[in-house]
């Protein structure tokens, strides 16, 4: 079953406006991660932040976690053309055997 | 170059044929994943690997038929396809064993296999 949702499922900014994006999920989590993914290409794996955390960077990422609402933010600051993509959370399945993903965010960044 | 290798990379077969799709990592990694992506979907899981062993299998229909035959190489065989199954096929490898509830870290995916059924 699908654990993690993401919202918008699409967005559509400037190049240089911050671009945030929301997933929510459903059972409790040791981790959740964000991956990107170019259109018809592999996903590519972004940021982890762990139960624990309620706040990771990396470069231009920021990422929260809210455990008590089962919510998540993604916000690329300062986006670039090159960060259209499309975004996916993704939280382990109740096996604890595989990661589990949302349908997604596609942001398309202009110039 | 994420060290996880599909091939081929797009493969279009009529109902009737027999194909395989090949994964190979290249990372030491002890887990590998097949996923289905089609449009306006979720990624699916299909098959989860574990030292070789199949761990998972969610309840995939029986013309998808995996092999890991050690723990760099995963294939996907093929068999009486519908054109439903047409998709992007995505395979992914990670560094622990994805077994005993311990979860997974982070996935290594490769660019993907585009499977057209005609």
């Known amino acids: 079953s699908q654990q993690g949702e993401e919202d918008p499922q699409a967005l559509s900014i400037q190049e240089g406006e911050n671009a945030t994006m929301n997933c929510s999920y459903k059972?409790?989590?040791?981790?959740l991660q964000w991956y990107r993914q170019n259109s018809g290409r592999g996903l590519v794996h972004l940021i982890l932040?762990?139960?624990?955390?309620r706040e990771k960077h990396s470069g231009r990422l920021r990422v929260t976690l809210d455990t008590s609402k089962k919510s998540s933010s993604l916000l690329i600051t300062a986006s670039r053309a090159a960060d259209t993509a499309s975004y996916f959370c993704?939280?382990?399945?109740?096996?604890?055997?595989?990661?589990?993903f949302g349908k997604g965010t596609t942001l398309s960044v202009s110039s | 170059e994420t060290g996880v290798t599909q091939t081929p990379r797009h493969l279009v077969m009529g109902m009737t044929n027999k194909k395989s799709l090949k994964c190979e990592q290249h990372?030491?990694?002890?887990?590998m994943y097949w996923y289905k992506q089609s449009a306006k979907k979720p990624l699916e899981l299909m098959f989860v690997?574990?030292?070789?062993?199949?761990?998972e299998n969610n309840s995939v229909p029986s013309r998808f038929s995996p092999e890991c035959p050690n723990s760099s190489h995963l294939f996907l065989h093929l068999h009486t396809l519908q054109p439903e199954d047409s998709a992007l096929y995505l395979c992914?490898?990670?560094?622990?064993?994805?077994?005993?509830?311990?979860?997974?870290?982070?996935?290594?995916f490769g660019e993907g296999s585009r499977l057209t059924v005609l």
């Open positions: 992914a490898s990670s560094p622990r064993g994805a077994s005993g509830g311990r979860g997974t870290g982070e996935l290594f």
């Open positions: 059972t409790s989590i040791n981790n």
């Open positions: 932040i762990r139960s624990n955390e």
């Open positions: 993704a939280t382990v399945n109740q096996a604890g055997t595989a990661l589990i």
């Open positions: 990372l030491g990694h002890n887990a």
């Open positions: 690997y574990s030292l070789e062993e199949r761990v």
